[in-house]
């Protein structure tokens, strides 16, 4: 089967944030990073992925945000394979090998709710950090960053209901 390539959208920042925040609407959501970024990074397709860049470093400094399409489950929906990855209990509703797989990626593990969503917080071991969450169509989406604390993401997330 060929693949096709979709080219990269480079937007350059402009004018467009605000000194405390700058807001981004990526699949009915608003986000509200930090301001002032040296360029986003758009490609359309299965993934929909955003990247917001904070400084002239590759692959430092960075923001992104995409529907995650393709993470394995066990067969579980995403709330019960959340909640078992998270569970120090090796009793899980999920399939083992799945669960175990995701716990040797991330670490650090927690959730915290709001009037709308549960937000699924992990860490890695090269300080990487990861939420997860469900919108209202049941896509789960992931945002990632080399360089925010839990507290960065739930004050940027917690202004999104």
Not at 19 to 35: C, E, I, M
Not at 44 to 63: E, M, P, Q
């Amino acid at each position: 089967m060929k693949k096709m390539l979709i080219p990269l959208i480079l937007i350059i920042i402009t004018g467009c944030s605000t000194p405390k925040t700058l807001r981004v609407a990526y699949s009915g959501h608003n986000f509200y990073l930090p301001p002032n970024p040296e360029m986003v990074i758009s490609e359309y397709g299965i993934n929909n992925l955003l990247i917001i860049k904070y400084g002239s470093n590759t692959n430092k400094n960075y923001i992104g945000i995409t529907k995650e399409s393709d993470l394995h489950t066990g067969n579980c929906d995403y709330k019960t394979f959340f909640n078992d990855v998270l569970n120090a209990i090796d009793n899980n509703l999920c399939d083992d090998k799945a669960v175990k797989l995701f716990r040797d990626i991330y670490l650090n593990g927690s959730v915290w709710r709001t009037s709308k969503y549960l937000y699924y917080y992990f860490t890695t071991s090269d300080n990487q950090s990861f939420v997860f969450f469900t919108n209202n169509d049941s896509e789960l989406i992931k945002l990632d960053s080399d360089f925010l604390t839990v507290e960065d993401w739930q004050s940027m997330l917690l202004q999104v209901d």
